[in-house]
């Protein structure tokens, strides 16, 4: 079996307000990235801003763009001169008061190759999403591409074992995943540590069971609430790519930002799903009730 390999960029990132100096930085990565091999460049959520939503304001639905728009352009742009396919995440305005939390893929050649939009909306302290973002409408559709089937979903869906699935059985080559989460200061060091390899385990798990390369990228660096009510975010970086197997191909640091190609053999997970095969063996026959909420 011939090796498929794939360069990955990945871009972890600590934002200032600034969105056009913080686009003009992802430029200037992405142009780095792409003179140093990579074929595909991924980006963490919401990259083109702070991240808004410690704070429920009605003012910050100023930040969406629409699909197509000068920010849409401008990544199409960049995808089109330096011959990269780009994972981007974008607050979009679908309709006034209607916005999503979308991922784009760029092609090689300028063109949308498709755009996902999160499906599952998390509701926390610090991360009040639901306030902004409408629940996706698109599915769990891989997006072809000319690098590969990419099954890209978006941070909060990255707790759901049934996304990444329905991901794998479409038929996705790897499972992609735009992030945005960190630390709270209030909680503890024991805490804290928890959390983090709690994200990073179960991420593992969705790569070993469905037989598939996980590229994960998180935003790094302190970003204080505007409202002054807590002490703000610390994101917590860790970005990282697991192999098939979950075994990590490389995992980034939790204060630096990072600017790094990954390679990923595509081809290992056909061997791996012949070992492991996970997918043959699956009782679907059974498995209606996993449609429903609880099951009494």
């Known amino acids: 079996m011939a090796d498929k390999l794939l360069k990955i960029g990945i871009i972890q990132q600590q934002n200032s307000i600034d969105v056009l100096d913080n686009m003009n930085r992802i430029a200037d990565k992405i142009g780095s990235l792409a003179s140093s091999g990579a074929q595909l460049i991924v980006n963490q959520e919401l990259h083109d801003s702070l991240y808004f939503c410690q704070v429920e304001d009605v003012n910050n639905c100023n ?38 939390n979308t991922a784009v893929v760029f092609e090689k050649d300028g063109g949308v190759a498709g755009k996902y939009r999160k499906m599952h909306i998390p509701d926390d302290p610090a991360y009040y999403e639901k306030f902004y973002f409408t629940p996706g409408d698109l599915g769990f559709k891989p997006i072809d591409t000319s690098v590969g089937r990419l099954g890209v979903l978006v941070c909060w869906d990255q707790w759901y074992p049934e996304a990444a699935r329905l991901m794998a059985l479409a038929g996705a080559e790897l499972l992609i995943y735009p992030t945005a989460i960190g630390w709270e200061s209030s909680d503890t060091d024991d805490e804290k540590a928890r959390q983090l390899e709690a994200w990073v385990t179960v ?49 980034a640091s939790n204060t630096e930002e990072v600017n790094t190609i990954v390679e990923v053999n595509l081809s290992r997970s056909e061997q791996v799903r012949r070992w492991w095969p996970f997918l043959r063996d699956r009782r679907i026959e059974n498995f209606g009730d996993i449609t429903k909420r609880y099951i009494d």
């Open 63 to 100: 930040l969406a763009v629409e699909i197509p728009s000068a920010t849409t352009k401008f990544y199409s742009s960049l995808a089109k001169k330096y011959g990269v396919v780009i994972v981007t995440s974008l607050f979009e305005k679908r309709a006034p008061g209607l916005y999503h």
């Open 203 to 251: 991420q593992r798990g969705h790569a070993v069971a469905n037989g598939l390369p996980v590229v994960t990228v998180n935003r790094v660096g302190h970003e204080p609430d505007p409202s002054g009510v807590t002490n703000g975010i610390t994101f917590w970086g860790n970005s990282f790519v697991a192999g098939p197997q979950g075994e990590f191909l490389y995992r």
